[in-house]
């Protein structure tokens, strides 16, 4: 086991707490999801999440827990970007 299991335990650990407190509350983010358009005006297309360009800043979507972070990733060979917002 190396030293960033328990790290990635403990991060894990502290969202699922704190997506438990929201939920309480009664204020669960959500995500809208948009096509990741090229240049000129094309959509993206993707395999898997890796395919689709991005800034070095946003996250590729490696769970649906990164969509309540931000992220891009692959659906229906489309790449679109999930930015989380708060659900009315």
């Keep these: ?23 309480v509350l009664g204020c669960l983010p959500c995500t809208t999801e948009a096509p990741l358009l090229l ?8 395999v898997r999440s890796t395919d689709c360009p991005r800034p070095a800043d946003v996250l ?12 891009i990733g692959c659906a229906a060979s489309a790449c679109v970007r999930y930015t989380p917002r708060s659900c009315q």
């Design 1 to 23: 086991m190396t030293a960033a299991a328990p790290l990635a335990t403990t991060h894990g650990v502290r969202f699922a707490v704190l997506l438990g407190v929201m939920l």
């Design 39 to 46: 240049p000129d005006g094309g959509a993206a297309v993707c």
């Design 60 to 71: 590729l979507c490696a769970s649906t827990e990164d969509q309540l972070r931000g992220c």
